[in-house]
């Protein structure tokens, strides 16, 4: 059996990655077992109709990239226009977004799962996904999902009669422990054990799925699961003081915007608080402006690959990451966006709303050709070192996800600082509000720092990411961090 670290959402995610392990799994069946359990079980923070980006490398690999992101639906439709609601929140410091059945993209977890399983995996799909299946008989309502579905529980998963019957008892929205039955989701989970995760695009699980969103007024059809396709892509590298930084590529933001960011610090060789922050806003506000739904995407994520000085939002998410003894690393980084609320009939799977995230779409996703993949900011990443040290590592957050790395791995990489320290560590974040930018930071970082105005937290706070960190040192010793910050699970399996 070899040996894997993994940093996971929950204790039932890293126990679906000790029985991948105990059954000869690696680093990248321990990973994907973790992920489908948080997909299925973190009910508003990730969904199992959405999207996935995975990254492996380590252990003599090249590292590779698979995008299962989610991508604009309605092949063969004669309007792109489907059934949406607008709903604002209090979630975040306030967001507004748009639910229901017209904002359900193609789901593209599932695919790239079973490709990097065939990739990389040692174990049968099917002891992998075991415990997705148990779990999904009925699990308990995570603290996390329970304090996003607090703002969201009526708003986006009022409408849909079984969406509100999953989440509440007697009117009420659950209490956190509380136990969650989907009905269907077990019959659908094991349908993608027993028929493979194609049974999702091209089965019986993609004709339910699409008939009814079809039906609600949705535009997912059934040639747009047919045709999704998982893109296998080399990994985005960038050597960086005595590390390879190995992150996913365009036309995902979330890598680049991170090369971005740890360029510039080994730039400018200050990792003050007020440099970082003048690093973020120069990295977001390029993103902000040079980097759009439509357009030419890649030349402006070229162009913050490259930037440097003067060169210059998935809101719910769930990562794991996973290295084993034999050097290999596994970064695994899933969305849902705020949720769409919409549980199509027969399946218990909860889909994603990623044509109403505005900030990543735009105000009209309808001009977007179907098959085109859509932005993210998720950041699944690897560091490889020179004496073969290994660190995988990710977060959920929206644009709060590269900052969030940043500064983890800013002081992992700049600093020689402990895994456990570096994940510890207060943050600070450059937010854009309708009057300008601001600092958003966590207590321990001196508001007098930045010339910028400052919106300071009381205490460590979520917002700030949830970085999830497994690691191999170069003596071999293996170490798993779970981020205070949010209610997740760390250990070294055996």
């Known amino acids: 059996m ?48 959405g999207g996935i980006f995975i990254t492996v490398g380590g252990a003599g690999l090249d590292p ?84 996003y579905l607090e703002y969201t529980h009526e708003v986006i998963f009022g409408s849909d009669p079984a969406s ?39 089965g019986e699980l993609a004709r339910r799925i699409s008939t009814d969103i079809l039906r609600r007024g949705g535009i997912l059809t059934l040639d747009d699961l047919t045709e999704y396709r998982t893109e ?12 390879r930084l190995v992150t996913n590529p365009p036309p995902a933001v979330g890598g680049a915007a991170l090369v971005a960011m740890m360029g510039l610090l080994a730039e400018r060789g200050d990792r003050s608080p007020g440099t ?29 690959v490259g930037a440097r000085h003067g060169a210059l939002r998935s809101p719910s998410t769930v990562h794991v990451s996973a290295v084993d003894e034999r050097g290999m690393g596994c970064a695994v980084t899933a969305s849902a966006g705020y949720g769409s609320g919409v549980i199509p009939a027969g399946t218990g799977f909860w889909m994603n709303n990623a044509l ?65 320290h570096a994940v510890s560590r207060p943050r600070l974040h450059v937010e854009f509000t309708a009057t300008g930018p601001r600092v958003a ?8 720092a930045f010339t910028l105005p400052v919106r300071s937290f009381p205490d460590r706070h979520m917002f700030f990411g949830g970085v999830g960190v497994a690691a191999r040192h170069a003596d071999g010793r293996l170490e798993a961090v779970a981020d205070p910050r949010r209610a997740g699970d760390a250990r070294v399996i055996r």
């Open 232 to 243: 296998i892509r080399p990994a985005l590298t960038h050597d960086v003081s005595g590390w």
């Open 64 to 147: 590779v990239a698979y995008d299962g992101y989610m991508e604009m639906p309605g092949r063969g439709l004669a309007s792109r226009r489907g059934t949406v609601r607008v709903v604002t929140t209090d979630y975040g410091g306030g967001t507004t977004t748009l639910v229901g059945p017209g904002t359900i993209a193609t789901p593209g977890a599932w695919a790239a799962m079973g490709e990097a399983w065939a990739g990389h995996g040692r174990i049968p799909w099917a002891t992998m996904l075991e415990p997705a299946v148990d779990v999904a008989r009925g699990f308990p309502l995570p603290a996390a999902a329970h304090s």
């Open 356 to 420: 109403g995230e505005i900030e990543l779409v735009g105000d009209d996703p309808s001009a977007i050709p179907p098959g085109t993949r859509l932005l993210s900011n998720m950041a699944p990443t690897l560091l490889l070192g020179e004496d073969g040290e290994v660190v995988a590592a990710g977060s959920p957050g929206a644009d709060r996800i590269t900052t969030a790395l940043m500064m983890v791995l800013g002081d992992i990489v700049f600093s020689g600082e402990s895994v456990a």
């Open 164 to 202: 509100y019957a999953a989440l509440h008892r007697d009117g009420m929205l659950l209490a956190p422990g509380d136990l969650v039955v989907v009905p269907g989701l077990e019959e659908s989970m094991r349908r993608l054990v027993d028929e493979g995760p194609g049974d999702l695009y091209t």
């Open 2 to 49: 070899t040996a894997v670290a993994v940093a996971t959402p929950s204790r039932l995610c890293t126990e679906a990655a000790a029985v991948a392990v105990a059954a000869g799994g690696n680093a990248v069946d321990a990973a994907l077992a973790a992920i489908a359990v948080a997909m299925i079980s973190e009910p508003g923070i990730c969904a199992p109709g």
């Open 276 to 304: 970082i922050a003048e690093i973020q806003r120069e990295v977001l506000e390029y993103r902000r402006h040079h980097i759009g739904p439509d357009g030419d995407r890649v030349r402006g994520l070229d162009g913050l």
């Open 441 to 448: 930071h966590e207590p321990g970082i001196d508001p007098a």
